[in-house]
């Protein structure tokens, strides 16, 4: 009886601790925040649209392996096995039943020794495909990169207002104890206490609006990692004022550096090029081509006819070689080549045209973000100053309405204009930073900084 309530007792430990370790993990994992760092890191890992493009990458690796083979020989091995079954004439008039079996094999090979050098370009092309598909996937990591820090911004932007809109709540709740205790003292009429609650009920009714708001701003940026919403939630990040400091004064060394290091640019390049070798290509429809090709061929008979040497005897004695050189000159291709290389000229008069407008949209871009940037600080600045002005304006209008020189109407509107204040310098922040972090991706300074 002793044995089994230690038995007992030990399995009750074990559960025990087990429960214990499993909600220490849940608590663990409903407390995790993501770091900005972190959720850039697993966009980057798991997105779809990266992993697609990694996908083309591992097929452009084929295309690469199977234009190389393009230079090798080509090896072929086959083996014919006949039946005959019927009858055969030996002299006149007189038949036999027959049955032949007859059996071939043979190795071929054949090796193209000039194709106008055909094989050689599309080798060089689908190395540059493969290059190109690798750049492309460094296009793709920014943007995600960018709409992530974006999302992530958004997110702690609307936590500010949150912070903000639970502020003028606690304040609105301060405000009506105070109203009541002068309604009580008779220094005002219980008509303001009907506006103090008033006031109180928008305020809590804007924190509500407020929390939907960061939801949504979560489950946005949850979206964009492809993770589970429920639980899902961010660092919160103390963002500072920014200074002018995080302003470019001149656009020049932006763009300077955009068109030499953008990807998008790059690719544009690079399909130049490959438009410059589908050309070469075609134009190798015009001269000839030369092919070398060997073959072994060998055979063995059987009839119950004739008497034959053994199957390997007869391998050995039927065997022989084959050899060829065959030259294709072209004369006349129904305009086939003609217009092949018509075609590939255009394609690439279009790739030159290609990157133009790439450069332009480029800068277009650029120049749209760096005029954005200005507007935003200048927008940030002047809501500073707006700001302090509200904050002077309401203390004053608070000053006068405790001693009974303004109505609460009045006062209402006082801190309204303060609220639109606080939420306009909030905004002009946030957009002031993100407008700062697209010129920073137009230089290739890391979005997480």
Known sequence: MKKKSNFTKKYIKAFTFLGLFLLAASLNAQEKKWTLEECVYYALENNISIKLAKNTLLSNNQDVLAAKGQFLPSVGAGVTQSLSLGQSEIYPGAFVDRTFHSTSVGVSLSQTIFDGFANTYAYKQSKLTRETNELELNRIKDDISLNVVNAYLNVLFN????????????FSKKQLNQVQDLVDAGVQPRANIYDAEATLSRDEQQVTLSENSVNLALLSLSQLLQVPFKDFNVEDVEVENPSAELLYKSIEPILDYAVANRNEIKVAEKNIESSKLSTKIAEGGYLPSLTFGYGYNSGANFSNLISYNSFFEQLND????SFSLSLSIPIFSRFANKTSVAKSVIQEDNSLLNLQQAKLDLETNIQSAFTDAQAAFKAFEAAKKTLASQELAFANSK???????????????ARVQLINAESSLINAKYDFIFKTKVLDFYLGKPLTN
């Open 159 to 170: 936590k500010e207002n949150l912070e903000t809109a639970q502020a003028q709540y606690e």
């Open 399 to 413: 000053e006068r309405f405790d001693i009974g020189a303004m109505t609460s109407y009045d006062l209402e509107q």
């Open 318 to 321: 039927n065997r022989g070689h």
